[in-house]
């Protein structure tokens, strides 16, 4: 059983940036794909970014250039490093994991961790 902890969400004004962590244990987090998703209010959640045990990574078109997530896989955290954020970005941010290879379908998911929220004001 994989547990995950996300942290480092808050307010903040269009252009700025925050960084998210996720904290993952348990099971074998070391061998998992994690990803970041994201649910606006009234809205269905949806794929951000996944990086996956080998490196690879992918990102949703509208974060491409402004996000970028990593993993410090010694410290099993993953990062969300999120630059030059607009009014659109606010939501709550959920970290999820799964075995193998990154998905960017939340169902592929598993395990997932509270959500932080991040708001973005004009």
């Known amino acids: 059983q994989v547990q995950l902890a996300e942290s480092g969400g808050g307010l903040v004004q269009a252009g700025g940036s925050l960084k998210l962590s996720c904290l993952a244990s348990g099971g074998t987090s070391r061998g998992n794909a994690l990803g970041w998703f994201r649910q606006a209010p009234g809205k269905e959640r949806e794929f951000v970014t996944f990086?996956?045990?080998?490196?690879?990574?992918r990102y949703t078109d509208s974060v491409k250039g402004r996000f970028t997530i990593s993993r410090d896989t010694a410290r099993n955290v993953v990062y969300l490093q999120m630059n030059s954020l607009k009014p659109e970005d606010t939501a709550v941010y959920y970290c999820?994991?799964?075995?193998?290879?990154?998905?960017?379908?939340?169902?592929?998911?598993?395990?997932w961790g509270q959500g932080t929220q991040v708001t973005v004001s004009s």
């Open positions: 990086i996956n045990s080998v490196g690879g990574i």
């Open positions: 999820a994991a799964r075995t193998a290879y990154g998905s960017t379908d939340q169902h592929d998911y598993p395990y």
